[in-house]
């Protein structure tokens, strides 16, 4: 099951990746050319490597317009929308836009676990907080993800459309501990 769920997230990429070569290869006006990668950028998986663990932090603001308008871009440029739909909301694979963090719902952990894929992320030792109906394991997008920053961008897009509980938006806080009976 879930090796199916893999192949369709990449049949889902390879697809999109087609589509692009193929409006490539059309006469379209000429386009603007991109703007630099800011300096320092790395590919996520850079970063990662880079980073100790909880030390990431996203530059950019869930009520920055740009930012999330830059997310949006980014999270359908890298297929993001084949497997959690257009808005994050779920698919084949868990709504981002809920109060279930699977992993955490820090932004160092999101960072981690879209770059390295869940497989990975267990192995650095990382466990499940949370459970959904759609359970799946995440594909390493690390490499399809152009830079860090398009990936903060896109973490700021998914915070954007956030409908759970307000005090787990960066993750539910633990609960309250037991108190001790002398």
């Known amino acids: 099951m879930f090796k199916s769920l893999v192949f369709v997230c990449l049949a889902l990429l390879a697809i999109s990746a087609v589509g692009a070569e193929q409006a490539a290869a059309s006469p379209s006006p000429p386009a603007a050319t991109p703007a630099a990668a800011p300096a320092g950028a790395m590919t996520p998986v850079q970063r990662v490597n880079a980073t100790p663990k909880g030390q990431l932090k996203n530059p950019y603001k869930d009520d920055d317009a740009a930012a999330v308008e830059a997310g949006r871009k980014a999270y359908f440029r890298a297929g993001c929308n084949g497997c959690h739909g257009g808005n994050g909301g779920g698919g084949m694979c868990?709504?981002?836009?809920?109060?279930?963090?699977?992993?955490?719902?820090?932004?160092?952990?999101?960072?981690?676990?879209?770059?390295?894929?869940?497989?990975?992320?267990?192995?650095?030792?990382?466990?499940?907080k949370g459970h959904e109906n759609v359970v799946g394991p995440m594909p390493p997008m690390g490499a399809i993800v152009a830079t860090d920053d398009d990936l903060w961008h896109i973490l700021a897009f998914v915070r954007s459309n956030y409908h759970g509980a307000p005090e787990c938006k960066f993750?539910?806080?633990?609960?309250?501990?037991?108190?001790?009976?002398p």
Not at 120 to 127: A, D, F, I, R
Not at 171 to 181: F, L, M, Q, T, V
């Open 94 to 128: 868990p709504p981002l836009t809920n109060d279930t963090w699977v992993y955490g719902g820090d932004d160092d952990t999101l960072f981690r676990l879209v770059s390295l894929g869940s497989d990975e992320l267990q192995s650095k030792g990382y466990t499940r």
């Open 171 to 181: 993750g539910c806080p633990p609960p309250p501990a037991e108190p001790s009976n």
